[in-house]
């Protein structure tokens, strides 16, 4: 067993452990931070070297270390590491519980390592409970009612989804005999089903898989404790909510679906019609009713339900994709990378911002242009990035996304998604111009810590390189779509 | 031309805005003249470009300053850029209009930093537009004008300055969002993101997979959102009315242009058969657009709603010229959009002068001006002529070129439309000329006593704007030469 294969996942975990030890005997706990991000840096480091091994499975065929995995290994910790930096600002508010707060996080992350690298339904189902369940107790960490009932709804709802999750994988096992991704689809062309009517329990299976994926990737109509978890809990882990725990989610089901489920043809077609309507509803449900929000923190929530329709629409293109044209995939993981900074980059500002103004309501961010130029400035860029206006990184994740699924003949889910952006400027600029036209309501200026402005910074230049010079990142997510099928 | 002079011109506006946002707000004065020498070296650029362009009837159809680089080779993406006989004279025409602008803004007070970097990075985007040869290239520069007229118009604007900032930005998102699926089509079918390259190939040499007429309609609605088109006109009155001056004679002199030159390049030149079928519905709409927009205008009662309805009327002309498909139609429509940019910027940088000292703009509480304002009146009143294109003035040539070219169009119908439209330059003479009256002639009235005429800067634009209209109007040859050579191709290839 070669160690060094998941080298990333255990310098995350001797990461977590260390922490939560070094907790008790260091006093400033900002330590605690710089001692994650370093850890989380080795994890990166670790990545990159395993970046040119051959694709290969470990533990008994329960992992696998490919290019898509890796990609994965190296998103995650980027994204852990910017929230942490983010979270600066909030750890007045949780002081005693920092150590457990940054080990949370980071085993939050793990999971999320592993289960881009799952390969078995086992695997797959323990690595999403350790996302779960780190979330649920890091939802839940300022202690205030909101945040006590997000946690709770959180818990109760994401229970009911592993439930049904579980269940369908059980219908699954039954139907074929495997839990192994690459047996399961070989299973499924021996036997040889030609038709929906004559695989009854795959297709439970596959519904209640969907049901129990849909929860975590905010597809409707499985979105509803979105808005209350996102307004409960403490900004960053909402950003870390609305990125992280949505890629995870988008990376299950593209392994999944691509390496047990894309044979026969009719299967992949029909749970890539399953996939498209999901998406069009999502994004006109998630557009629309972010219109009348008046939080901010809502008003994310609801725009990252429309985003979660727009990467819906990837896998949607899979499904109806030839085997050998991986264009679904790859757009969807570079709509993911931008999709991250831009998101970050908005909720980071939302941290500063709020923090100042004290509130989350949209109409106190009146006049933030004149009091916190810089930071107004970097969530306009991140807000225009979400709208989809050019040069940013939000233009071209939809322009390869869009073009990806026309080129698979879904021209009608495509233009429901351009006209739905359309519908998404009014919510976004509204408070672009709350922001830089209004008088502010209290003078002074607005602060905030440098590893948030530094974190801020990071996430605006990706959102314009990727916007500008996107070669390099397509030319990434064209090579980490190849998945390894056993 | 060795150096990328194209490129120059088009990010050195780009490059001024983020110069003059690192500067301070209390610094007017250096944030104004540091606009205005950004402008400035584009206009000179510019200028050296049009001398050194070879007007040759063997340049037809080759593009010339042409640059590119690859920039996402995965999806054949290249920054390309290059000037024809189409885009030359409108890629000018915004050169100068961007440098005008800096001028008639000379006097803004307002957040002069935020004001003069958006100006300046608007004026990117509109060169970017002409200029660019790859279509995903266009697309971007498309889009990127949006914001900063959103911000433009929301912040130095008037009236429901908010209101009509956010229409205007539905509306442009909207006909984009239908571009970019055309595109997408576009690009699904032809593997190819070159405009010239897939005009010359013929839409006939690739697989249809999408309907070739679903593509055309698709890609026109980004257009006739922006030319605009009758009944996506709507949002013009509110963003012209309530957009600070210089903002208007941008809008109306550059922006409603992109419209029409991409339908030339794009939708006629690309799909040249469904042009042909569906262009008496199109010679259709731009009646409407004449006729319709001429009497609206008549009914107007602020000097700056008459002057923007006016430019849908002769945004009508552009219309109709294009989709009569021949040789003399078109070039008369491209001098047309040349000529409103120049005449109606006049018009509108005028108007705002009015406004501006008269504190007025209501055309029922003014009048009688004539006496107290003489040097504005024959300003407006020239701009006025060349509004109702009075022989001698680049309107007279243009729409007269655009007349011939649409009366002797072998498109179905054309004939009649010709002669329906032809009202509309009655109707022209009829707003224009009241206006006129209303505003100027009469008998002077004693609170406008003391009313500030144009001072020096206003007079040297307004002069260079003049000189400009009477120039071409006297030798249109300067420019239907040029435009001539861009045009002929694009007709062989409609086969009319």
């Given amino acids: 067993m070669n160690l060094v294969l998941i080298a990333p996942e255990i310098s995350l975990l001797a990461t977590a452990i260390l922490v939560i030890v070094l907790d008790l005997f260091i006093r400033r706990k900002g330590w605690l931070a710089v001692f994650s991000l370093a850890g989380l840096a080795i994890s990166f480091g670790f990545t990159v070297y395993l970046w040119g091994v051959n694709p290969q499975t470990v533990f008994n065929n329960m992992l696998v270390v ?289 923090n100042k103004a004290e509130s989350d309501r949209i109409s106190d961010y009146d006049g933030m242009g004149k009091r916190a130029p810089m930071i107004a400035l970097a969530l306009t860029l991140c807000l225009v990035s979400l709208t989809g206006i050019p040069p940013t990184a939000g233009f071209m994740a939809k322009f390869y996304i869009f073009s990806s699924a026309v080129q698979h003949g879904l021209l009608w889910l495509v233009i429901i998604a351009v006209l739905n952006s359309v519908v998404s400027a009014y919510y976004y600029l509204r408070v672009v111009k709350v922001m830089w036209f209004n008088e502010p309501k209290f003078e002074g200026k607005v602060s905030s810590s440098a590893a948030l402005r530094i974190a801020l910074l990071i996430c605006c230049v990706g959102v314009v390189l990727l916007g500008v010079l996107p070669n390099y990142g397509i030319k990434l997510a064209e090579i980490a779509a190849k998945m390894f099928v056993f | 031309m060795n150096f990328n002079i194209l490129s120059l011109i088009i990010f050195l506006p780009a490059l001024g805005a983020i110069i003059i946002a690192c500067i301070s707000n209390s610094r007017a004065k250096l944030i104004k003249y540091i606009a205005a020498i950004f402008t400035l070296i584009p206009l000179i650029l510019g200028v050296i470009a049009f001398f050194n362009f070879d007007k040759s009837a063997s340049m037809a159809g080759v593009m010339q300053f042409q640059e590119k680089a690859s920039w996402i080779p995965l999806i054949g993406a290249y920054y390309h850029v290059g000037l024809d006989g189409i885009s030359l004279p409108l890629f000018l025409l915004m050169d100068l209009l961007g440098f005008l602008v800096v001028l008639i803004s000379w006097k803004i007070d307002l957040r002069p930093r935020e004001y003069f970097a958006w100006l300046l990075l608007l004026e990117t985007s509109i060169l970017g537009v002409f200029a660019s040869l790859d279509i995903l290239l266009f697309f971007i520069f498309w889009e990127i004008e949006v914001i900063p007229m959103f911000f433009l118009i929301s912040i130095w604007g008037a009236g429901r300055k908010e209101y009509s900032a956010l229409k205007y930005v539905l509306y442009t998102l909207f006909g984009s969002a239908m571009m970019l699926a055309g595109i997408l089509c576009l690009y699904f079918t032809t593997h190819s993101l070159d405009m010239v390259q897939i005009a010359q190939n013929g839409i006939g040499s690739y697989v249809m997979v999408v309907p070739t007429v679903l593509m055309f309609f698709l890609l026109l609605g980004g257009f006739a959102v922006k030319l605009p088109v009758f009944p996506f006109h709507t949002w013009l009155p509110d963003a012209h009315t309530d957009a600070p001056t210089a903002v208007s004679v941008v809008l109306a002199g550059a922006l409603l242009k992109m419209g029409g030159y991409g339908m030339i390049r794009i939708c006629v030149s690309i799909f040249p058969a469904v042009a042909r079928q569906w262009a008496p519905l199109l010679l259709g709409l731009a009646v409407v657009n004449i006729i319709y927009g001429a009497a609206v205008t008549l009914k107007q009662t602020d000097i700056k709603r008459l002057i923007a309805y006016s430019s849908i009327s002769h945004m009508g002309f552009v219309l109709l010229g294009i989709f009569s498909l021949t040789q003399v139609s078109m070039v008369g429509a491209t001098m047309q959009m040349v000529s409103h940019g120049l005449i109606t910027g006049l018009l509108f940088a005028t108007a705002g002068i009015v406004m501006h000292n008269t504190h007025e703009r209501d055309i029922a509480k003014l009048g009688g001006l004539a006496r107290q304002i003489p040097m504005i009146t024959v300003i407006f009143t020239i701009a006025g002529l060349g509004a109702m294109g009075v022989p001698g003035t680049s309107g007279f040539i243009a729409e007269f070129m655009t007349f011939l070219g649409s009366f002797g169009s072998s498109v179905a119908g054309a004939r009649v439309f010709t002669i329906i439209a032809i009202l509309g330059i009655l109707m022209g003479a009829g707003y224009i000329l009241w206006l006129l009256q209303r505003v100027f002639y009469g008998p002077p009235q004693d609170k406008f006593n003391g009313t500030q005429d144009a001072d020096k800067l206003e007079r040297v634009y307004s002069a260079i704007f003049i000189i400009l209209i009477f120039t071409i109007g006297l030798d249109p040859s300067i420019l239907t030469n040029i435009i001539k050579i861009g045009i002929s191709p694009i007709v062989h290839l409609i086969g009319g």
């Fill in chain 1, 66 to 354: 490919d290019k898509f995995a890796l990609f994965f290994k190296l998103l995650f910790p980027v994204i852990t590491a910017l929230v942490i930096l983010a979270s600066t600002d909030y750890m007045s508010r949780i002081d005693s519980f920092q150590g457990e707060y940054y080990a949370l996080v980071l085993l939050s992350t793990l999971g999320m390592t592993l289960i881009s690298a799952a390969t078995d339904l086992i695997s797959i189902f323990v690595a999403l409970e350790l996302i779960s369940i780190s979330l649920y107790a890091l939802v839940g960490f300022l202690k205030d009612p909101k945040s006590s009932e997000a946690s709770l709804k959180y818990l109760l709802l994401g229970a009911i989804a592993s439930a049904i999750l579980l269940y369908g994988m059980a219908f699954v096992f039954g139907f074929t005999g495997k839990t192994q991704l690459g047996e399961i689809s070989q299973v499924i062309q021996r036997i040889g089903v030609p038709g929906a009517s004559s695989a009854s329990g795959l297709m439970l299976g596959l519904v209640l898989l969907i049901v129990g994926f849909g929860f975590k990737i905010a597809a409707f109509p499985f979105q509803m404790w979105v808005p209350d978890v996102y307004e409960g809990a403490p900004t960053p882990i909402t950003a870390y909510l609305s990125v992280a725990s949505k890629a995870a989610g988008f990376a299950i089901i593209l392994r999944l679906f691509y390496t047990a489920f894309s044979f026969p043809t009719w299967l992949s077609q029909d749970w890539g019609m399953v996939f498209a309507v999901l998406a069009a509803i999502g994004m006109t449900v998630g557009n629309i009713v972010a219109i009348p929000q008046t939080n901010i923190k809502r008003m994310l929530a609801y725009s990252s339900i429309a985003q979660a329709g727009y990467l819906i629409l990837g896998i949607a293109t899979m499904g109806f994709s030839p085997i050998v044209s991986r264009l679904g995939q790859s757009s969807l993981l570079f709509f993911l990378a931008g999709y991250a900074v831009t998101n970050l980059g908005a909720f980071i500002a939302v941290i500063a911002l709020s």
